[in-house]
DNA sequence: CTCGTATCGTACCGTACGGTACGGTTCTGT
DNA sequence: ACAGAACCGTACCGTACGGTACGATACGAG
């Protein structure tokens, strides 16, 4: 599997963020290989010989992409109740920023749009560059919760497909309808909380009155 | 507000069915004027007579499939913790059912792949148009239990996305990816039935203790 | 200095789409 | 029966895009 590092020139990673950038902007109408070749100042020839074909340029554009968000992984540190809460609500924010971000909206857009495509592979390229890596490191981190007896499960995935919708409900698909009034990162912070307090409630493990009480 | 019901001729009605067919079947980029033309036996004009233009073509189809798409009402019969629960599985059921259907599917890509562009309102129009009656079932749902004393919460609109977000959880998006493997109906009614019993653990009300009374 | 390579800018080609126009046909009301 | 509207099928137009070709330019290797 890939190392999350894309093998491009500089100047092909400069055409390749003048192309996020004009997918940001106007969608995937606006990214016309005319189009990038003017922003970025150079040759649709070259495009078609760095990328082959339109559809190698978005996908090169994903991976580019998936390169830059490098998926820290959390330091071995002694895990108290704490330190393990704080953790969840980290990633909780963590994943609104990301999800709600240009970039990651106009991608998510892209691959959806091409999703009809039965030759469209950029769907699962996402999953596989975007999403395992945040995957993996929920897991770790639940993992870690577990084995110190902050929480319990029987199935992890199933446990972290909970913990994501409680995180993420029906906002990514209402932000990638364009709704107005849905990405407010202001209310993230809140939404991690809540997210982060309701998990507990249906996996945290009662340490008979060691329930920390904080303020929510 | 619209009454859910298009004032569309059948022959229109036929028309749009036969669009819907073909967005389904090949994504946006084969519903083309000429192909539906071609498709539905009538004449490009005939279109732009009763549609307008592209756009108002897409909105059409929107519309008229959410007037097929009868949001039910549940009976009041007198609701005791049994029937609640089963009513609330049989919405998180529906729910899947709806969000994993073909059309549907395909409207929401459609929607989102014309997200970036400032001037369309599909995505608002599926909201409206889809989503809210789904919402008001939940809600008139949810408040019927918490007035029975069965759950309790502090805010509808909060516990109704919990409640959304323990049974959609990312499947949506990765539905609309493409990502194979996920769309699956015949685990739905698991899906549902945990999803349930996760809103109870968080908004139900013990016969005994009367606790979990949440605040925000 | 010179050759080769990589790249740029532009021009070009074929295609496909949105939208319009028009002649012929069917349907409807009187 | 007849007039008018609605509609079909097709042809047509302008445009824009993906992809290719080509001459011009910059630059490193020998």
Request: charge should be neutral; aromatic fraction near 6%.
């Amino acid at each position: 599997m890939p190392e999350m590092q894309d093998d491009y020139t500089p100047r092909q990673r400069a055409v390749l963020d003048k192309a996020l950038g004009l997918l940001v902007e106007g969608g995937e109408r606006a990214l016309t290989t005319a189009g990038l070749a003017r922003a970025a100042n150079c040759s649709k020839e070259s495009l078609y010989k760095w990328f082959g074909d339109r559809d190698g340029l978005l996908a090169a554009m994903i991976a580019h992409q998936a390169s830059k968000v490098r998926a820290r992984i959390d330091g071995g540190e002694k895990l108290d109740h704490g330190r393990f809460r704080t953790h969840l609500v980290d990633f909780a924010n963590d994943l609104l920023q990301v999800l709600g971000g240009d970039v990651s909206l106009a991608l998510n857009r892209l691959a959806i749009g091409q999703a009809s495509r039965e030759d469209s592979r950029l769907g699962a390229l996402l999953i596989e560059r975007g999403r395992h890596g945040i995957d993996k490191r929920a897991g770790a981190l639940l993992e870690a919760g577990r084995q110190r007896g902050l929480i319990a499960y029987g199935d992890r995935d199933a446990a972290y497909h909970t913990f994501y919708g409680l995180i993420v409900r029906d906002l990514h698909v209402r932000m990638l309808l364009g709704e107005a009034g849905v990405r407010q990162p202001e209310n993230y912070a809140a939404l991690a909380e809540e997210a982060v307090e309701q998990f507990f409630v249906l996996f945290g493990v009662r340490k008979e009155e060691t329930t920390g009480r904080d303020r929510v």
